[in-house]
């Protein structure tokens, strides 16, 4: 089993910048994507940001050019740098895991709010 820890969010003004970091502990090895979702008040959780255990990376279109995603393996971390921040990022990040074999984790969320 995998477990989730998110850290970093915040409250930050537009334009501003933060790094959410997750780290992973439990059964790793079985971990093959890691990434991060969002979930804004009244709206389904969607996908920001994932990786692969290879480092391919992948971006939802609202996010490309100002969020990276980066997978540290030897630390079992996953990161989320965000710039250029928009009060529309504001929104619960969750963590993500996807082993091998296709379950899912979530860590417990992390809150960012951007305000203008």
């Known amino acids: 089993q995998v477990q989730l820890v998110e850290s970093g969010g915040g409250l930050v003004q537009a334009g501003e910048s933060l790094r959410l970091s997750c780290a992973a502990s439990?059964?790793?090895?079985?971990?093959?994507?890691m990434g991060w979702y969002r979930q804004a008040p009244g709206k389904q959780r969607q996908l920001v940001a994932s990786?692969?255990?290879?480092?391919?990376?992948n971006y939802a279109d609202s996010v490309k050019g100002r969020f990276t995603i980066s997978r540290d393996n030897a630390k079992n971390m996953v990161y989320l740098q965000m710039i250029s921040l928009k009060p529309e990022d504001t929104a619960v990040y969750y963590c993500?895991?996807?082993?091998?074999?296709?379950?899912?984790?979530w860590g417990q969320g992390t809150q960012v709010t951007v305000s203008s």
């Open positions: 993500n895991a996807q082993t091998y074999s296709g379950s899912f984790t």
């Open positions: 990786v692969t255990s290879s480092g391919r990376a």
């Open positions: 439990g059964s790793i090895f079985a971990i093959n994507t």
